[in-house]
């Protein structure tokens, strides 16, 4: 009996470790990745506490599950009421074949921007048909299969590309005054150069003068600490409910959002023809 009470302690002080470092991205991009089991595990951080652990092992599991759910848990639920700007976020699939269907979707949306990713050489004519709702582009052209364009019915007044594969930023004209739009496409996490791209975005976002609207396939949580890099750069919260966009196996993940200075409201579209599904928010661009 003291073995197996020795082992579930062990075993919970593995999941405090795990808990908490994955608040440590910044100091390795490993940490960002352990960032992604944060919410399931700090629910197994829950169920251990009706074991007998002693008293101050019990104390840190229920900071574990305080911090775990307190920074996740929120983002699925309340949205801030915004309709400074209606954005259309979409991952197309470099492969996609569903694209009058998707353009039809897009249309129908209502949006006043787009923000694309995955723009190819085989998809890229889906912005040439949408040109006359929005005739105002912006695409930067990273490979033949993973540009990243945005969209807009109004002009763009100015616009830049990231350094590497990250971000398309266009600053359009709205009723509220200019606001820059930044299309986002990261890569995987860890061990894969998600940090790196993230950089190359925040190095962007930090360049940028007035209000800003983030959206796209950031292949990471919102809770990262690569997309809180982001943010603070440009003084963002993320538009809820958040939701998963990718299937990975069986696996549901929160992919794609949508940032604004006062946040908004999130909706999710179908995947046509992606493995994404698309992201439809108003957003307010007041904080």
């Not at 019915?153 to 398309?168: E, F, G, V």
């Not at 739009?181 to 940090?195: D, G, I, K, Q």
């Not at 993230?198 to 190095?203: D, E, F």
């Not at 003068?209 to 959206?215: I, R, W």
Request: glycine letters at 8%.
């Amino acid at each position: 009996m003291k073995v197996l009470v020795l082992m579930m302690r062990a075993g919970a002080v593995c999941l405090l470790l795990a808990v908490f470092f994955g608040f440590a991205g910044g100091l390795h991009p490993a940490f960002d990745s352990l960032a992604l089991l944060r919410l399931p595990l700090a629910i197994i951080c829950l169920l251990v506490l009706v074991f007998p652990m002693g008293a101050r092992l019990q104390l840190m599991l229920v900071a574990a599950v305080m911090l775990g759910a307190g920074t996740t848990v929120p983002m699925f639920f309340g949205a801030q009421r915004a309709d400074d700007l209606r954005i259309y976020s979409k991952n197309m699939w470099f492969g996609n074949r569903e694209l009058v269907a998707l353009a039809a979707d897009i249309r129908n949306s209502g949006a006043d921007v787009v923000a694309l990713q995955e723009v190819s050489l085989s998809n890229r004519a889906m912005m040439a048909d949408l040109r006359d709702i929005y005739p105002y582009q912006h695409i930067c052209t990273f490979s033949g299969w993973s540009g990243i364009a945005v969209l807009s019915r109004t002009p763009i007044l100015q616009n830049k590309c990231s350094d590497r594969r990250a971000a398309a930023a266009a600053q359009v004209q709205n009723d509220q005054g200019p606001v820059w739009v930044v299309a986002v496409h990261l890569r995987w996490p860890f061990p894969y150069s998600n940090a790196t791209s993230a950089r190359s975005a925040t190095r962007l976002l930090e360049a940028l003068d007035g209000p800003v609207v983030m959206a796209g396939d950031f292949n990471i949580f919102p809770w990262a600490n690569s997309v809180h890099d982001m943010q603070r750069a440009a003084r963002l919260q993320v538009a809820q409910p958040v939701r998963p966009t990718f299937d990975l196996r069986g696996m549901p993940l929160l992919l794609d959002h949508v940032h604004a200075p006062g946040g908004g409201t999130a909706q999710y579209r179908g995947l046509l023809g992606s493995d994404h599904l698309g992201v439809l928010a108003n957003v307010s661009l007041t904080r």
